[in-house]
Structure formats: structure tokens, C-alpha cells
């Protein structure tokens, strides 16, 4: 995706990413192409926010395998 903000190549942690505002800038980070590691307090939390966002991703082209615990 080329866009103003490529992130593309980038390594992105942000703490808190299994809710709220956290995950709501892992979405947007890894829209823009960086990989985002999520972390949060509750692990099966973590997994499930990385499946629905690899989900997502997935359907879209270049997209997928961008999430990890």
C-alpha cells in the first residue's frame, strides 16, 4: 500500500493493542504496512485480536501475516 504513511519494512510494539485505543493503532499500523506485535496483559486476548486482524488483512492484497503475539 503506498501511501503517505508506508510503514512497510517497519517493526511496530504497541502495549494495551488487545483493546481500545491499542488496537485501534495496531488496525492503522498495519494497514500502512508494518508488522505489529500486540501486547497485553491477557494472552488469549492477543490471540484472537491477531486472528481477526490477520483475517482482515488477509482479503486484501499484500495483506496477511502482519500480527504476532
Known amino acids: 500500500m503506498k501511501t503517505i504513511f508506508d510503514l512497510t519494512g517497519k517493526i511496530a510494539v504497541i502495549t494495551g493493542s ?3 485505543i491499542g ?3 495496531a488496525e492503522e499500523v498495519a494497514r500502512h504496512g508494518a508488522t505489529v506485535i500486540i501486547s497485553s496483559r491477557k494472552a488469549d486476548m492477543c490471540e484472537r ?3 481477526e ?4 488483512l488477509s482479503n486484501q492484497a499484500g495483506g496477511g501475516g502482519r500480527y504476532t503475539r
Open 49 to 51: 485480536v491477531a486472528a
Open 18 to 20: 488487545s483493546k481500545g
Open 23 to 25: 488496537r485501534a493503532m
Open 53 to 56: 486482524i490477520n483475517r482482515e
